[in-house]
């Protein structure tokens, strides 16, 4: 009966997303505020159906019930706690459960507390909501029912892939479901706005710690995700342009444009067209990624796992949300004036900089991931890879980049040059040395040195915004500002540095036998099988010591798993303060020998400790304004008070 | 779950598909690897005879001039893995990717330049075998687009930065 | 109003246009040769198996179109298409084998038990014929004319219904 209820409770969430849409849109209209007061209570109630409707799912999958499909096509009665919670979203209908219920719920806490903006424009917002979370409750129940039972319950569940049982991938879904929950919210406050004509600095502090939270949340996920490609796949890489690697990109580049408008339009009132179209192209771009990879339309590993249907369904899903959101925008945008002017050289000039540079990096990874699909349409395949991306976006990227040293000490409305001139040469300065010095290293190509030189610029620029003032005064939001421009120069030069000095040895190498790569030298101690279990293994025992240091034991694996049939090497590091030496242990070479690969990556660890400070500063700028916010609504309610009114 | 979808994964291990199903895996995100990796896995038993030779000379070793080993790396860099899904030579385990990269790496060892050696390639595999695309019939629009961009994003801030004088 | 505020939605139902049409097609993940209709590349392969003649490009120069299979005793497809290339062989096409990364004794035994239909099998043992010719995979199927001229490419098992298109092909290439 379990099972009945979550699917109860499903359909009851769908209801009153339903109600709250009927009376959301019916209070716009002049006459209709009698429903008015339903949407809120609507809201809460639907979040917190839709949430139980999901702790069912968990219930489901942490009992281990076989007569539900879903779990026992994804669990297993044997398998640990962690990784049987984990399997309630690692498949198509729970990771869109809980996408829904996370969206659900965020509604509810926007229902419960947000009282800033003008009552229409929240109803407005909260109408768009259940738009989107009516159409996803839909998806749910017509095509994907997580709580469909089995006629027969088999004895045993098929399990999760041993491959999936891992403790970053349990967690790599929600991060990114989190992110794309930010983006729809932000998305239905702009559509609020839009249809209320109500685009406002107001607006914009409102949706803010939205896009923030999505923002972190994001980068969090690209981050994770490329570290574990490159320690997991056995080459070194950690970022390969591939179609679903860019569909996790785009939203991010999206969210970022619009995090950055959103300050001009909060603290300028300028601004206002372009972020409400940065607010639709963002979550357009989560939908898109979605659409992406469940479709199977360009990776054709998910082709043969994916029913055409659920492709199709996200796909009128996109087409109502975004072309529902584009035409309006079309037909409103004309009424939404652009709001304050600004001089050039000033705060929002340099963020308009950015904003375009940014859309327009989007726009090549956007071309550039689906023209393949455009070309296949006429029978003509194509590749996109990196030699395009890296060149094309870098005109776009370097650019970017320089203005992002300078804006932040620009002021707001007006400056000028000469006001910030000698950090405008401290800065050219540091850079131009550090491009000297890269080109003394070593010859390498022109993109990671001019890379190296931006980035040891940057990282010095990034801490110029704090220069005479009291560290302690600063507000938290401008230290998250420097903190993550700060993280973004430290994974530029993560990036750069691996691309230019990166150091490779493939070696076959006898038991005693050793291999140099770079100031390493690896010596291979013996070669044996291991096995787990559900694999086995070969295990090579080297020993690595730099230049000429203790030796440190490294155990890299080729394994086999055998249900299902699965290869994977399993990578071994070295972490250094300066780098990583990345070891891998292939086949057998003949005579005694075995295949080793080695890299010696120089600061290679600065691109992930440089995407966690990103989105530490974005963690600290939210903290920042949630406070702030807190602060100020306390101070109304005092003044209410004060006035013998209701607190507000 | 047709056959004729099945029909087209020709023999698995032809392909490097265990980088390529760890990658999905992640990327992903859950469900669609996870079926995949199941689906593969109902295949997979019947498909476990062994390649029988030993991989290409230059597939996992490099040549001894550090020069032409960086040209060829570069090259390798930017060639595609035919039978994987979206990976270079440089970075997959597929014995048909390790036969690319001997050819590859003898080709330079010979004196071949890089760009003779992909245009050899483009001639038997069309545009697909490469990741760098050239402007031709097919591709201009992927060097028009960026140059449009250009100009707008040009445009944007000189109207907006005009009008704010 | 003005016009490029509709340019997004342009763009999009662009879009929307395009992944409607992609989803109705089959996914296609084959990579065809583009050497349909060029003359086969200067090769000499060494036998693949004992008693059997290699390959050679000028072996189809004599005026009779014949079939390339490209094969390997490990593709277990190659195993699922075996019976097919008997009844191509029965229907009277010749059939000329390349086996991709073999040894002699994994070719005789896969002979030894699924049958023989090639009248030469060459070993490319570095895929070097296979790169040359465009074929990205086993098992695959070139049709070649009298003059050594690839005419037609099939990529992957040949099953019962191919069997008439493979025939209809060769005797193209014979006229």
Not at chain 1, 368 to 388: I, M, Q
């Amino acid at each position: 009966m379990i099972a009945e209820l979550g699917l109860a409770a499903l359909w009851l969430a769908a209801a009153l997303a339903a109600l709250q849409l009927y009376a959301g849109a019916m209070a716009l209209r002049p006459g209709g505020e009698g429903v008015a007061a339903l949407v809120r209570p609507a809201a809460v109630i639907q979040g917190i159906a839709c949430a139980f409707a999901f702790l069912v799912l968990l219930w489901l999958f942490a009992i281990t019930d076989l007569s539900v499909k879903l779990v026992a096509a994804n669990s297993h009665s044997a398998k640990p706690m962690i990784f049987k919670l984990a399997g309630a979203w690692g498949n198509h209908e729970g990771s869109m459960l809980l996408w829904v219920a996370v969206m659900a719920l965020s509604g509810a806490l926007i229902a419960l507390v947000e009282r800033r903006l003008p009552e229409k424009t929240m109803l407005a917002t909260l109408a768009a909501q259940a738009f989107v979370g009516l159409g996803f409750y839909a998806f749910l129940i017509v095509s994907s029912n997580p709580f469909e039972r089995l006629p027969q319950p088999p004895i045993e569940g098929l399990g999760l892939n041993p491959l999936l049982q891992d403790i970053g991938l349990a967690l790599h879904p929600p991060t990114l479901y989190f992110g794309y929950v930010g983006l729809s919210v932000a998305f239905s406050f702009a559509v609020g706005a839009l249809l209320t004509r109500q685009v406002t600095p107001e607006f914009a502090r409102v949706m803010r710690p939205w896009v923030l939270g999505a923002w972190v949340f994001l980068t969090l996920g690209i981050t994770a995700g490329s570290y574990w490609a490159y320690y997991e796949l056995g080459w070194g890489g950690w970022w390969f342009w591939d179609p679903v690697e860019n569909a996790s990109l785009m939203p991010w580049l999206a969210a970022t444009a619009l995090l950055h408008s959103a300050s001009v339009l909060a603290a300028r009132d300028a601004l206002r067209a372009w972020t409400i179209m940065l607010g639709v192209v963002a979550f357009s771009m989560s939908m898109l990624g979605t659409f992406l990879v469940r479709s199977g339309i360009l990776t054709s590993v998910h082709a043969f796992a994916v029913d055409p249907e659920r492709g199709s369904f996200i796909l009128v899903l996109l087409t109502l949300y975004i072309g529902g959101a584009l035409a309006l925008f079309a037909l409103r945008a004309g009424t939404v004036s652009e709001g304050q002017r600004f001089a050039v050289t000033s705060r929002e000039g340099a963020l308009v900089f950015n904003n375009v540079m940014l859309s327009a990096i989007l726009g090549i990874v956007l071309l550039g991931t689906l023209y393949p699909l455009l070309t296949e349409a006429f029978d003509v395949r194509v590749s996109v890879g990196p030699p395009y991306f890296n060149a094309v976006g870098a005109i776009f990227v370097i650019p970017m980049l320089l203005v992002m040293a300078v804006g932040p000490l620009l002021r707001w409305r007006r400056d000028s040059m000469e006001r910030v001139h000698r950090p405008l040469i401290l800065i050219g300065a540091i850079m131009l040395v550090a491009l000297i010095g890269a080109l003394a290293l070593d010859e390498t190509g022109v993109l990671p040195l001019l890379g190296l030189a931006i980035a040891v610029g940057l990282a010095v620029a990034s801490f110029l915004p704090l220069r005479g003032r009291r560290l302690t005064r600063v507000p938290l939001a401008v230290w998250g500002m420097v903190v993550a421009h700060f993280g973004l120069a430290v994974a530029l030069f993560g990036m750069a540095s691996e691309s230019a000095f990166s150091e490779e040895r493939l070696a076959a190498v006898a038991a005693g036998g050793t291999a140099q790569v770079g100031p390493w030298e690896v010596t291979l101690s013996d070669v044996l099988p291991a096995a787990g279990p559900n694999w086995t293994a070969i295990e090579g025992h080297l020993l690595a010591s730099y230049a000429g240091g203790d030796p440190i034991e490294l155990d890299p694996q080729s394994r086999s798993f055998w249900a299902p049939p699965q290869e994977t090497t399993e990578s071994a590091l070295a972490t250094r303060w300066n780098g990583q030496l990345y070891a891998v242990v292939g086949s057998e070479a003949g005579a005694g020998r075995w295949q080793l690969r080695l890299w010696w990556k120089p600061f290679v660890t600065f691109i992930w400790y440089g995407g966690m400070l990103v989105a530490l500063g974005g963690a600290l700028a939210l903290i920042g304004r949630v406070i702030d916010d807190l602060r100020r609504r306390a101070v109304r309610a005092r003044i209410a008070q004060r006035r013998g009114e209701e607190p507000v | 779950m047709s056959l004729a979808r099945l029909r087209l994964i020709r023999d698995p291990r032809e392909s490097g598909d265990r980088v390529r199903h760890l990658r999905s895996a992640w990327k992903a995100t859950s469900a669609f690897a996870a079926m995949a990796l199941f689906l593969i896995g109902l295949l997979a038993p019947q498909l476990a005879a062994q390649q029988s030779l030993p991989p290409a000379p230059y597939a996992y070793r490099q040549l001894e001039d550090p020069a032409k080993e960086a040209e060829a790396q570069a090259l390798m860099e930017t060639l595609r893995c035919l039978t994987c899904q979206s990976q270079s030579i440089a970075d997959s385990d597929a014995a048909m990717a390790g036969d690319m990269r001997h050819q590859v790496r003898t080709r330079i060892a010979a004196g071949e330049t890089p760009e003779a050696i992909r245009a050899w390639l483009v001639e038997r595999y069309g545009d697909y075998v490469s990741y760098a695309p050239v402007v031709s019939e097919t591709t201009w629009p992927l060097f028009a687009v960026p140059l449009l961009l250009a100009a707008g994003a040009g445009a944007i801030l000189w109207r907006r930065l005009r009008r704010a004088r | 109003m003005r016009w490029w505020w509709w340019l997004p939605l342009l763009l999009f139902a662009g879009f929307l246009g395009v992944a409607t049409y992609q989803l109705t097609q089959p996914k296609d993940d084959l990579v065809p040769s583009a050497m349909v209709g060029k003359p086969l590349p200067e090769f000499d392969l060494r036998a693949a198996a004992e008693g059997m003649p290699g390959v050679s490009t000028a072996d189809f120069r004599d005026g009779k179109p014949r079939l390339l299979n490209i094969w390997a005793s490990w593709c277990l497809p190659c195993i699922a298409e075996a019976p097919q290339l008997e009844r191509l062989k029965q229907e009277g096409a010749e059939i000329v084998g390349i086996a991709i990364r073999d040894r002699p004794e994994d070719v005789a035994a896969f002979l030894a038990r699924h049958g023989n239909p090639y009248t030469r099998i060459g070993g490319d043992d570095l895929s070097q014929v296979q790169l040359a010719i465009g074929s990205s995979g086993v098992p695959e199927t070139f049709v070649i004319d009298g003059r050594g001229v690839i005419r037609y490419q099939h990529i992957g098992d040949i099953r019962a219904e191919h069997v008439p298109i493979l025939l209809e092909k060769l005797q193209e290439a014979g006229e």
